[in-house]
């Protein structure tokens, strides 16, 4: 009796070793997998970043056509710095009301997230712009 006793022990000691151990891998793999994926978002940030306007933004931005009717003095592009004729399509920043050739300005937020006239941001992007004053 005394015999099988110490074998039922011996399994649970073995069964619980064994457990544990799969534990403590698992936690280990779980725990490496962690940093990986850390490691991945970052070079994906890296990837995302960059001077320019995103052009999901960009695409947020108002193209209208160019009505002289609306831009009493005409409206001179401060990109290419011609005047805008009637019918040329036109983005108009939304929180400056600056407005420019659609071809011009989408160049100039390729490299760029500021607005070409006053300079403010298009959009709510500090980091970026920060980072954009430093590279100017
Ligand atoms: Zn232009
Ligand atoms: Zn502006």
């Known amino acids: 009796m005394g ?10 000691f ?5 457990a544990f ?16 994926q850390h490691t991945t978002e970052d070079t994906n940030n ?12 960009l695409k947020t931005i108002r193209v ?4 002289p009717k609306s831009f009493k003095d005409g409206l ?8 805008v004729k009637e019918g040329d399509e036109i983005r ?8 420019f050739h659609m071809e011009c300005v989408d160049l100039w937020f390729n490299s760029h997230t500021t607005c070409p006239v006053c300079r403010n ?5 500090p980091e970026i712009s920060v980072k954009l004053q430093d590279y100017n």
């Open 46 to 57: 890296h990837v995302h970043e960059r001077h320019g306007l995103d052009d999901t933004l």
């Open 21 to 36: 151990i799969i534990i403590f891998f698992f936690f280990l793999v779980y725990y490496f997998s962690k940093q990986c």
């Open 92 to 99: 108009v920043l939304p929180k400056c009301d600056h407005a």
């Open 14 to 18: 073995m069964w619980t070793r064994t």
């Open 3 to 12: 015999n099988s006793m110490d074998l039922t022990k011996h399994t649970i």
């Open 121 to 125: 941001p298009v959009v709510d992007q």
């Open 64 to 67: 209208i056509q160019f009505d």
């Open 76 to 83: 001179q592009c401060a990109v290419c710095l011609s005047d």
